[in-house]
């Protein structure tokens, strides 16, 4: 099963364009941080990635307000065919609260 989500904070976000489909997508950037437990001690987690809206979540994508923390929920996938680089492709947007 692919299924990712992530609190984060839209970090940077450009305009809303077309596919030469004609599908409406967004791509921008998400930035996260929290704090982990691992091997029982507490670490801070800082990190963004590459996001991707497209379809009818584009539009609520381009329209969030940036530094807002929403939950993100979605999947990962190649950047392209032959990149080893990953993108979040968001599937859903759950209103959140600011860092």
Do not use: W
């Not at 329209?63 to 990953?86: D, M, P, V």
């Amino acid at each position: 099963m692919n299924r990712f989500e992530l609190q984060a904070c839209i970090a940077e976000r450009d305009v809303l364009r077309y596919t030469p489909a004609g599908i409406p997508i967004v791509n921008g950037r998400l930035l996260h941080t929290s704090k982990q437990v691992e091997a029982g001690v507490e670490r801070l987690v800082e990190f963004e990635i590459a996001a991707l809206a497209a379809g009818e979540i584009s539009g609520r994508f381009s329209q969030a307000e940036l530094g807002t923390s929403y939950q993100f929920n979605g999947f990962l996938a190649r950047k392209n065919r032959n990149s080893k680089s990953l993108v979040f492709h968001i599937i859903e947007i759950i209103a959140g609260k600011n860092p």
